[in-house]
């Protein structure tokens, strides 16, 4: 089937903002939702620079008002689309006390989603989940590596609020399609941590990242990485799957290697020599203490020293993607705050 016209949902997000370029690209047209409509603009002109015809941003694709959160708008929002790709999810720097914060909005917005893409008929879905929804715990057995096959465990203490929300939303999208709308073909696209170039100057929270590199925010740099990916390449997967019907019911995994913390400060240092870039490294029990009054810094604690490695083999025997070096698209990102800074 030819998938002409696509829903993307969050389509104010890093990786959304380069999903509706390449859907642009190829053709398609696309309709993004996004909390309010005062964003429309923004959006068309960060995408619109990087089209090789820029009218598509006016002529190709429109947007919506909606809310994870409301039941407002959803199902006028599917009317008309062929496929729906659902990026939306909270992603916050500091992890918020109480967990039920992003994990409800997360579960809730992914349930509406899928509902009301049901309603309308739309039979093929695909889902951003994450890396984290399959890290944490333990690979399986005689494996070094997570793959598709690993759930996070909510057990484990290197668990956030985030990595409850995104594995208990991505469980619950698998639930529902399989005990009430298995006529829907879902798909999830589960990146690493993503960096690489942003289309204008609203970052999201791993550019945020990038900016505390950038900024020297830290007298060092805690021990501490996460497999990491081009954000480009993680919009190709959403794009790819669409082509893919064998990769209807399957989860993919985006990565291309494993980063520490003080290797991308390093990377950015080569880039940018005449910033003042911190590269030492933090002991531990610094870092301890520095968490006690810096909440973004908490979040780390738990996987200090830990390198949890990925396979990704899947999204490129299956989706034909040949992942760009993780390094190029660490300098990209750094690239991309200093100069939206301007």
């Known amino acids: 089937m030819q998938y002409r016209s696509i829903l993307v949902t969050?389509?104010?997000?890093?990786?959304?903002?380069?999903?509706?370029?390449q859907l642009l690209e190829a053709g398609h047209t696309v309709r993004g939702s996004i909390r309010s409509l005062a964003r429309e603009e923004e959006v068309r002109e960060a995408i619109r620079p990087h089209l090789t015809e820029p009218e598509r941003a006016d002529k190709n694709l429109s947007f919506v008002a909606l809310d994870l959160a409301r039941d407002e708008g959803w199902d006028a929002a599917m009317e008309g689309m062929d496929a729906l790709m659902h990026t939306a999810s909270p992603f916050p720097l500091e992890q918020p006390k109480n967990a039920e914060e992003i994990v409800r909005p997360a579960v809730d917005g992914a349930l509406r989603a899928l509902r009301a893409a049901q309603k309308a008929g739309i039979a093929r879905v695909i889902?951003?989940?994450?890396?984290?929804?399959?890290?944490?715990?333990?690979?399986?057995?005689?494996?070094?590596?997570?793959?598709?096959?690993?759930?996070?465990?909510?057990?484990?203490?290197?668990?956030?609020?985030?990595?409850?929300?995104?594995?208990k939303a991505e469980r619950a999208a698998w639930d529902f399609v399989r005990d009430e709308a298995p006529e829907i073909q879902l798909t999830t696209i589960n990146p690493a941590f993503v960096l690489g170039p942003p289309l204008d100057g609203v970052f999201g929270t791993s550019m945020q990242v990038m900016e505390r590199i950038i900024d020297a925010k830290d007298p060092a740099v805690p021990r501490f990485g996460f497999p990491t990916v081009d954000v480009r390449d993680i919009a190709t997967m959403h794009v790819a799957a669409l082509t893919k019907p064998e990769s209807i019911g399957k989860r993919f995994i985006g990565s291309e290697r494993f980063l520490w913390f003080r290797d991308m400060a390093r990377i950015v240092k080569a880039a940018f020599p005449q910033r003042k870039i911190v590269t030492r490294q933090a002991p531990d029990f610094i870092v301890r203490i520095l968490a006690l009054f810096d909440p973004a810094i908490r979040t780390i604690v738990p996987v200090l020293g830990r390198k949890d490695e990925v396979s990704a083999k899947a999204a490129e025997t299956i989706l034909g993607v040949t992942f760009r070096d993780a390094r190029e698209a660490v300098k990209e990102a750094a690239k991309g705050v200093l100069k939206h800074r301007k």
Do not use: C, Q
């Open 10 to 21: 969050g389509a104010s997000g890093f990786i959304a903002k380069h999903l509706l370029l």
């Open 127 to 167: 889902m951003t989940s994450s890396s984290v929804a399959i890290m944490h715990g333990a690979p399986g057995a005689g494996r070094a590596e997570y793959t598709e096959e690993d759930w996070a465990d909510l057990s484990a203490p290197t668990v956030t609020p985030y990595v409850i929300s995104k594995t």
